[in-house]
């Protein structure tokens, strides 16, 4: 009887052991609200790849918590076709698993990755992310690195007083087409010194980068229409191909003169061109032609107090503004085109004219200051954009600031009549290609071809594509040509 007894007692313990043993903590923190450390959000490959092919990275991850975690997995986003190789804690691979982590401890983390260097057709930056996967929960670590060739422009100075660090240019410098610029933070001319940007070349800004010049220096850019010169943001990813905001601005400080742009693309930045009062009585301050400024968060060209000539000039698709003249000055535009169509997912709505004229500003102890806006001239161009008024006159009452629309097409409510508005087609569709992708080629039935002056083309008599316009002027930056002509 008793033996019956035991024998039935005996398989209930193992029983009751082999489930106390198998559901016995392992000691791991499977707390989902568990999160990694890392000694770095990212990691930057700046090496330059064509002289050297690659490069290694390490940074340490940490379990800051009173237990071990496991570490399910940590795996490249970009998988088999990463350029980037990874080795977690020893062990190599495109998805490393099961990574015990003790309490309180750390590991080492090595990233390399491998670029051909010949390989020319590699985009500017190559982009990636190490995926960490513990209890279910997930983050990661930015890789970014450079895939071709390109000269950086780093800072190498602190202010003084400041302590504001930037890259100064004590000389004269001039920048070519052979490889890429990436600036990083300030760039700065300073005074009495000259930036020239030969033609081709390509200038990058990282993210909040801007170039600026000091008091007597100047910024020239010698592009072709074959070969124009483009600044804009560092990622190169299709999908930043359009997004403004990616940098600051490039900045004609107060007193800095004789800039000429000629043949550039300015793109995707915060404000395109910042020109602050004047640097010479009897010269412009900026002289810019056959360029292109698009893509702004801001404004595309801001002007205060200043002195500024364009011709065949494109300003599109900014946030707030395409053109502000603030603070009055003198302005002189023709054959330009101001197409302010700004839409984009995920960004506010653009709600403030296209256009603004002002003569007047309130300084820091409440006093109204007037500066005279002498000239804003605007002949054979094209304002305009999606809302049903582009243009603003902000002036101070009592003022009589000089304006004049010239043979212009304007999209506006005010009346134009009288001297300012000697001819003018109001709120007529200039009927461009594509206005939203920035595409502003007149289409066939467009009301601004034949509509401009042929004593303004006279001074302008090619488009910003070296098409000729003397014998039918067309408004705005670029002559009408059938576009299905083009192959």
Known sequence: MHKRILYGIIPALLLLASAFYSCRDDGFDTDPAIRLGFSADSL?????????????????????????????????????GSFFRVN???????????VELGARDSLFVFVEVTVDPVNQSLPLVIADSLV????NQVQDVKLVAWGQDARFIRPNYAD????????LFEEDVTWDAGMPYVVYGLAVVAPDRTLTVEEGTRVHFHNN????????????????????????????????????????????????????????????????????????????????????????????????????RAENLIIGNCGEHTLLLALGGRYD?????FANYY????????????????????????????????????GNSILYGSLQEELAFDFHPGTSPSYVFDHCLVRTQHQTTGNPWPYVLVNQNPRFNASNTGDYRLLEDSPAIGAGSQQIAEGVPLDLLGQPRLQRPDLGALQYHPIEEEK
């Open 160 to 167: 003084p007083d400041s302590g504001i660090q930037y890259h």
């Open 132 to 135: 960490f996967h513990i209890n």
């Open 88 to 98: 977690v804690d020893g062990r190599a691979g495109t998805v490393v698993r099961d």
């Open 343 to 378: 839409n984009l997912p995920n960004s506010p709505i653009r709600r403030t004219p296209s256009i603004v004229l002002n003569n007047y500003y309130e300084d820091a102890d409440g006093t109204i200051r007037v500066r005279e806006l002498e000239q804003a001239f605007f």
């Open 209 to 308: 980068a801007s170039l600026i010049f000091l008091e007597r220096s100047s910024l020239k850019v010698r592009g072709t229409a074959e070969q124009p010169v483009s600044f804009q943001g560092d990622r190169l990813e299709s999908f930043y191909s359009e997004v403004p905001g990616q940098w600051g601005r490039i900045w004609l400080t107060a007193t800095s003169r004789d800039h000429e742009i000629d043949y550039a693309i300015i793109k995707n930045g915060t404000v395109g061109l910042h020109v602050d009062t004047l640097g010479s009585v009897t010269r412009p301050t900026l002289t810019i032609r056959n360029s292109v400024i698009r893509n702004m968060s801001l404004v595309g060209l801001l002007a205060q107090g200043s002195h500024v």
């Open 44 to 80: 930057l490959f700046d090496t330059v790849f064509t002289s050297v092919g690659s490069s290694t990275r390490s940074f340490l991850v940490y379990n800051d918590h009173n237990r071990r975690v496991n570490i399910s997995s940590v795996e490249l986003a970009g998988g088999a």
């Open 333 to 337: 535009f023709r054959h330009c085109t």
